[in-house]
């Protein structure tokens, strides 16, 4: 079974500080990995993805993650924060050759206090 | 255009009635989800069309129905609705797997 855990429910930080949110997975196979972003009011945004190759994928907005095999991790970067970056974000997992089927994290709520 | 649309946004119902939710995208997107979100949960993938195949997840499998009567639009259906439905549903579209989803903004569904 295939499982994402976002362990970090909310995260509070300053603008312009560096902001990195978790997320790991559990999956037996290689996994392709996505980050979501939904602003308030808003609906789910796609913000990245990692299928293959090179492990430190650039998206919008800035963002960029790693994927780390050695422990399972698909952590967000940006530096520096925004305040318009204060939404809820989820990570989310596709199964075996893109089978269609993503699970999700529960997500995390960013506050960037300008 | 890239947005998914859902009607109607927000939805009330009866305990036991049926309860049937829309969606539509014109990006020509071959594959259609349906997830379902309570609050403080993650989005939960109720069932998705492969073109005009529906895939429905196996813990879901009885609860929910849906059809596609063309490229356009899915719609999910509920033949009773308990109050454990209540929550909200959320419409996905993409090109195929790997791509990313295209989600729109949801039904809040409230039953009771």
């Known amino acids: 079974a295939q499982s994402v855990d976002q362990p970090d429910a909310h995260v509070t930080l300053s603008e312009g500080a560096s902001l990195e949110l978790r997320c790991s997975y559990s999956y037996s196979a290689a996994p392709y990995l996505f980050w979501y972003v939904q602003y308030p009011g808003q609906s789910l945004q796609f913000l990245l993805k990692y299928i293959t190759g090179d492990t430190v994928v650039k998206g919008t907005k800035g963002f960029e993650a790693e994927f780390r095999k050695s422990n399972s991790s698909f952590n967000l970067k940006k530096s520096p924060a925004h305040w318009s970056d204060s939404a809820k974000y989820f990570c989310?997992?596709?199964?075996?050759?893109?089978?269609?089927?993503?699970?999700f994290g529960q997500g995390t709520v960013l506050s960037v206090i300008p | 255009d890239t947005t998914v649309k859902q009607n109607p946004r927000y939805k009330l119902a009866r305990v036991g009635k049926p309860v049937n939710l829309i969606c539509s995208q014109t990006?020509?997107?071959?594959?259609m989800y349906w997830y379902q979100k309570k609050p403080n949960q993650a989005p939960k993938l109720l069932l998705f069309y492969y073109d005009k195949i529906l895939n429905r997840e196996a813990d879901t499998f009885e609860k929910f129905q849906s059809s596609r009567p063309n490229n356009s639009f899915c719609s999910l259906y509920i033949g009773s609705a308990g109050l454990e439905y209540s929550a909200m549903y959320l419409c996905?579209?993409?090109?195929?797997?790997?791509?990313?989803?295209?989600f729109g903004p949801g039904t809040r569904l409230t039953v009771l």
């Open positions: 996905a579209s993409s090109r195929g797997t790997v791509y990313e989803q295209y």
């Open positions: 990006m020509n997107h071959d594959t």
């Open positions: 989310a997992l596709e199964g075996p050759g893109g089978n269609n089927k993503l699970t």
